[in-house]
C-alpha cells in the first residue's frame, strides 16, 4: 500500500483545513487507517483513526474539532480540522495497519505511512 497525503499549508487561528490521503493497493477496506502528527521538538502522536466499518477514535486534544472519514470505493481517508489552534501546528502523516494492536496508538503498529504534510497555525 501507498500513501499520499495532501491538503496542509498556513492557517490563522480559528480557520479550518482539509487533508486528504490517497491510497494504492486493493485491500485499503480492510486497513485501519490513521492520522498522526509531529510538532516541533514533539514526538510523533495518533491524531485519530477510523477502522473498517467506520468506528473512530480522536486524541482529547482534537475532540470536536476533528472528524476523520473514509471512502473505500476512492481509497481515501481525510481530516476536516476546524478551530485550528496553534498548538495543532506539524507535520501530518496519514498511515494505515492491520496490525491489531493499532488500538494502542503507537506509531510502531502502523505498516504502511504517507509522506506527511505540514500544517501552519498561525497565533
Known amino acids: 500500500v501507498q500513501l499520499q497525503a495532501s491538503g496542509g499549508g498556513l492557517v490563522q487561528a480559528g480557520g479550518s483545513l482539509r487533508l486528504s490521503c490517497a491510497a494504492s493497493?486493493?485491500?485499503?477496506?480492510?486497513?485501519?487507517m490513521g492520522w498522526y502528527r509531529q510538532g516541533p521538538g514533539n514526538e510523533r502522536e495518533l491524531v485519530a483513526d477510523?477502522?473498517?466499518?467506520?468506528?473512530?477514535t480522536y486524541a482529547d486534544s482534537v475532540k470536536g474539532r476533528f472528524t476523520i472519514s473514509r471512502d473505500d470505493v476512492k481509497k481515501t481517508v481525510s481530516l476536516q480540522m476546524n478551530s485550528l489552534k496553534s498548538e495543532d501546528t506539524g507535520v501530518y502523516y496519514c498511515?494505515?495497519?492491520?496490525?491489531?494492536?493499532?488500538?494502542?496508538?503507537?506509531?510502531?503498529?502502523?505498516?504502511?505511512w504517507g509522506q506527511g504534510t505540514l500544517v501552519t497555525v498561525s497565533s
Open positions: 498511515a494505515g495497519t492491520i496490525n491489531v494492536e493499532y488500538y494502542t496508538g503507537r506509531s510502531s503498529a502502523y505498516y504502511y
Open positions: 493497493g486493493s485491500t485499503f477496506s480492510t486497513y485501519v
Open positions: 477510523i477502522r473498517r466499518g467506520g468506528g473512530t
